[in-house]
């Protein structure tokens, strides 16, 4: 049944912490919401408080033993590979007849950087999914960073049908006085709120359309393929020059997203402009002609959807409503790409540095004697022989460790990615084959996660192995590998 105070039926998914806030934000303004993490503390953050999602709606994805991903993207990808079909099953089921399908993720979280491997889940169902992803703060680490870039380029090599990037540095600068125990509802409320208000400029019983921007307009918009901006001014006063003003500075400085986006790079664009009644009665009709004609010609021929609302006479000032959709990565996504180098090189130094020796500058020689009882009874006895000094402990292994090592097969296959010699690829495969007769089923649950990754052609006969193993998360992972890979090839 839809709803008759919105043009279209929007679904949000939220995957990891960041995400699942804002699907609860959506909640509350009442859309359809399911949040989705392997943290059950995330979870059970969002079944209480004023926002709050139902048990039913929180779903653990998380694979038994561990708590959350960190900044561990491969175990995240391992996540939802293992839990694929009850994804499907419970999204098929909450978005059934969504014209929108918007999925919240916190880009650089271990959960939330696999955004791109949820969107290729939901592809497969034929959902029209909408990104709205947040980048990490300047204070968070540049491992964080460099997830949250990789996830950048990701969904840029298979784009969604729409995607919104939400600048989290630009949000705490704007909101920095706001207690501490509201401010992720407030800027939650920031970013879901513009998107709620276009869902609604046709529902409004005080305000009249002139010129509506309907539902398969606005479903047009945010499905173009593209990167999707918003943003909205309050106008003293309305003329062409300020809307084409306002248009730019929502592209060129956005306060809530990457900046310095150009307009010749829009491909569909949307205005929705509400003036006072008294004001529209004193603007001619050739306000209208010249922004429609100067934003295409700005644009070099995008789609422009242009709408006009009259508001109450006593309303003072108009406001112009923006939405936009450009086939181009904001040029500031390079700040954070230089900010994600210099640190993560920072880490790698660090990383490769040793304990040094400690020097105590002729202190071991002030240490007391340590005589033997028995030889404090007896001075005849002669000097006990000083018995061998035990050899040194060797090092464990990581797949010795209690817990197989999700990090092991994340550098292995990167290696196997980066390897151009036969032999070299061929050392790896075997590790991560051999990974195949271990006993514990997690240990080859990441050892064919890795494979499939990589190269699942490369991989085809192990993996045809792993696809009658005992456990059904490694046999359905390695299934569903033989299976994309059939439809490629």
Not at 385 to 398: D, K, M, N, Q, Y
Request: with cysteine; hydrophobic share 45%.
């Amino acid at each position: 049944m839809r709803n008759a105070d919105r043009s279209l039926e929007i679904t949000a998914l939220g995957l990891g912490q960041a995400g699942g806030r804002i699907a609860a934000e959506f909640a509350r303004r009442g859309y359809r919401a399911l949040a989705l993490n392997n943290a059950k503390a995330d979870l059970a953050s969002l079944t209480s408080g004023r926002i709050a999602l139902p048990e039913a709606q929180c779903i653990h994805i998380g694979l038994e033993g561990s708590d959350g991903a960190g900044s561990d993207v491969d175990y995240g990808r391992a996540c939802i590979a293992a839990h694929a079909e009850q994804i499907r099953t419970a999204v098929a089921e909450h978005a059934a007849g969504a014209d929108v399908v918007v999925l919240a993720a916190g880009l650089g979280e271990g959960i939330g950087s696999c955004a791109p491997e949820l969107v290729a889940l939901l592809r497969e169902q034929g959902l029209p999914v909408v990104v709205l992803s947040t980048l990490p703060h300047h204070y968070e680490s540049g491992i964080t960073k460099v997830n949250a870039l990789c996830a950048v380029r990701d969904l840029a090599q298979s784009p969604p049908y729409g995607w919104v990037m939400i600048d989290n540095e630009k949000l705490s600068r704007l909101h920095h006085d706001v207690p501490i125990n509201a401010y992720f509802e407030t800027i939650n409320r920031a970013i879901v709120e513009p998107l709620d208000v276009w869902n609604r400029l046709n529902d409004r019983a005080s305000v009249r359309a002139i010129r509506a921007l309907d539902g398969e307009d606005l479903r047009t918009l945010l499905l173009a393929g593209g990167v999707l901006n918003y943003h909205s001014q309050t106008l003293v006063k309305l003329g062409a020059a300020e809307v084409l003003e306002t248009v730019r500075a929502s592209l060129a400085d956005n306060p809530i997203m990457p900046g310095k986006s150009e307009l010749a790079n829009v491909a569909y664009l949307g205005i929705a402009i509400e003036a006072p009644e008294r004001a529209l009665a004193e603007t001619p009709f050739s306000l209208y002609e010249g922004i429609a004609e100067q934003t295409k010609r700005e644009t070099g021929g995008a789609a422009v959807y242009l709408g006009l609302y009259a508001a109450p006479s006593e309303e003072a000032s108009a406001t112009v409503r923006v939405l936009s959709c450009a086939h181009a990565v904001p040029a500031s996504i390079t700040e954070l790409i230089a900010e994600a180098q210099r640190e993560a090189t920072a880490i790698q130094q660090k990383a490769a540095q040793h304990v040094g020796a400690l020097d105590l500058g002729g202190l071991e020689r002030l240490r007391p004697v340590h005589v033997a009882r028995s030889a404090r009874r007896s001075t005849a006895q002669p000097a006990a022989t000083a018995p061998a000094p035990a050899s040194e402990p060797s090092l464990r292994t990581e797949s010795a460790a209690g817990q197989p090592s999700r990090g092991r097969y994340e550098r292995l296959a990167n290696a196997f990615r980066d390897a151009t010699a036969d032999d070299a690829r061929a050392k790896i495969a075997g590790e991560l084959s051999a990974a195949l007769q271990s006993e514990d089923a997690l240990e080859r649950f990441y050892a064919v996660n890795a494979m499939s990754r990589v190269d699942a052609a490369y991989f085809r006969d192990v993996l045809r192995t792993a696809a009658r193993d005992a456990d059904r998360h490694v046999s359905d992972l390695a299934r569903r590998a033989l299976e994309k890979l059939s439809r490629t090839s």
